[in-house]
């Protein structure tokens, strides 16, 4: 029997191992693959205690190493939380199922979604407009910018978004898209975009709608710019007022507003201004909203981590921030090894019938295989003949290894850019190309660690691996050369001697 056939599902099937915060395209497949664990369901449980029950943190910090599947998690959580509905079903149908057995999780889960809300799922870096890093409010500009698109005004063009607003609040926006489509030949949303070039027509429609005289409305939209301001107060103050109008409207009591926005941590990290605008956006937004405006955001590893070395100053503003994000969620590498477990490695009848004869005729070799005898660290062997059909063909210490492994070259910049292509092949994809590798050996051989090599070789510098090139076109020796990856993995791995 071939490795590839003891797989419950294809293991060269295209797995996203990255999930994109605005990716609409495969809603129902994620919700589908997505694994609940353990852990995750511990988490879950104080997340949506403190989410049902309101007591002042209205902040939420999910952190955790790359791929340890923050950004599907995040995504999750917004899907639910609103209950979208997802090719006719609802999509607290299709997780309700994860949380078998957890009848306090489940519990909770619909008490949550009993709370109408809506949900906007951004990442940050994307929304951002390129220049505005360096500028003190660019961390507002992201979340007034999603919160008028959200409301169905020109996100772009902050001052475009304020007069479509004041229209909307006499009344008039409704009559105002029809009259500049009758005068430009154009839709509004298409005109807005073009705004410098249709300020005529835009003149002509206004005057139309208002009954004001049209010369006073020439350059209107100037008028706007050249006042628009935004703080953090005024956008607490719009998104209490949509509140409270969606609950009157809708007659939907205690409509929530949440924000969920995906890494978060590499955005602010080194820049204490704009860690600081986060916790003051937060806090405005407990102080008016009380509880129905929630900021879910994701961030690499822990808060500490995010900040590096910091000087006192900075430190203090970072323990304001953490009192706003109290409720936190942390990922561990136990999380990626049971998701690649049963996503990737869950295995047929037939394949597990086979496994566990080769279990049974090899167990009393496992110890003198893989325990590292030099009492540096232990790593995992195989438990028992479960554990050893769940991970195979991979063992258990390469999960924790490997991650290990990814840190501490990220530390010492071995990767393109510091966090970003790191977060580009998670665990989940760089397993799934091992085991598609060695998918044709036959049943009874292992993936060993330096096929991981393979997995992140696109993403590191090339000074970083100019040996290993060397090595593949010099040496004549296979296995010289596979040493040579495994030795590079382990490189910057304190505990490995």
């Given amino acids: 029997m071939i490795l590839k056939n003891v797989f ?14 605005d990716d609409e395209a495969s809603l129902r497949l994620e919700i589908e693959e997505y694994v609940l664990t353990k852990e995750v369901e511990k988490r879950l449980e104080s997340f949506l205690d403190a989410y049902n029950n309101y007591q002042g943190a209205n902040g939420v910090w999910v952190s955790g190493f790359f791929g340890s599947g923050k950004s ?28 078998e057995g957890n009848e306090i999780l489940r519990g909770d889960l619909k008490r949550a979604v009993g ?9 940050i870096d994307q929304k951002a407009d390129v220049i505005s890093k360096s500028q003190i409010d660019a961390l507002l500009a992201v979340f007034v910018k999603v919160f008028d698109e959200m409301c169905g005004y020109y996100g772009k063009q902050g001052h475009i978004a304020q007069f479509e607003r004041d229209l909307d609040s006499r009344g008039l926006y409704g009559q105002f898209k029809p009259a500049y489509e009758s005068i430009a030949g154009r839709a509004w949303e298409k005109g807005r ?28 939209l100037d008028k706007y710019r050249s006042q628009y301001r935004v703080s953090i107060e005024d956008f607490a103050e719009q998104v209490f007022a949509y509140i409270e109008r969606q609950a ?38 407990a102080t008016k909203c009380r509880g129905r405006a929630w900021i879910i955001v994701t961030a690499q590893e822990d808060m500490g981590k995010v900040m590096g070395e910091m000087g006192k100053q900075e430190g203090n503003d970072f323990s304001k921030i953490q009192a706003r994000f109290a409720n936190r969620m942390k990922l561990t590498s136990a999380d990626v090894a049971e998701v690649i477990q049963k996503r990737l490695l869950s295995k047929t009848d037939q394949g597990a ?37 769940r991970s195979y063909p991979f063992i258990p210490y390469q999960f924790a290894l490997f991650q290990t492994a990814i ?48 997995g992140i070789r696109t993403v590191l510098k090339s000074n970083i691996q100019r040996a290993i090139i060397q090595a593949e076109n010099h040496l004549e020796a296979p296995f010289a050369i596979r040493l040579l990856k495994t030795l590079f993995l382990v490189k910057y791995v304190k505990e490995f001697k």
């Fill in 8 to 21: 419950h599902k294809p293991v060269d099937r295209p797995i996203e191992g990255v999930i994109k915060a």
């Fill in 72 to 99: 599907h998690l995040l995504k999750m959580l917004a899907l639910v939380l609103e209950n979208r509905q997802i090719d006719g079903a609802s999509t607290f149908d299709l997780f309700l199922p994860k949380c």
């Fill in 115 to 123: 709370i109408p809300s809506k949900s906007i799922l951004f990442n």
């Fill in 193 to 220: 975009e073009q705004a410098l070039l249709e300020s005529k027509n835009i003149a002509k429609a206004y005057a139309r709608v208002t009954g004001e005289d049209e010369t006073q409305a020439i350059g209107i």
């Fill in 248 to 285: 009157e409207q809708e007659n939907k009591k205690g409509f929530r507003l949440n924000f969920f926005v995906d890494e978060v941590g590499q955005y602010v990290a080194d820049n204490v201004k704009l860690m600081t605008n986060l916790q003051t956006i937060a806090e405005s937004l």
């Fill in 353 to 389: 019938q086979s496994l566990s004869d080769i279990y049974h005729e090899q167990s009393n070799n496992f110890k003198t295989l893989f325990d590292f005898a030099d009492g540096s660290q232990t790593f995992r062997n195989f438990k028992d003949r479960d554990h050893f059909i």
């Fill in 407 to 454: 840190q501490n070259l990220s530390q010492h910049n071995a990767f393109e850019g510091k966090h970003s292509s790191v977060g580009e092949r998670s665990m989940l994809g760089v397993f799934q190309q091992v085991a598609i590798q060695i998918g044709d050996h036959e049943i009874g051989q292992l993936a060993t660690f330096d096929l991981m090599f393979e």
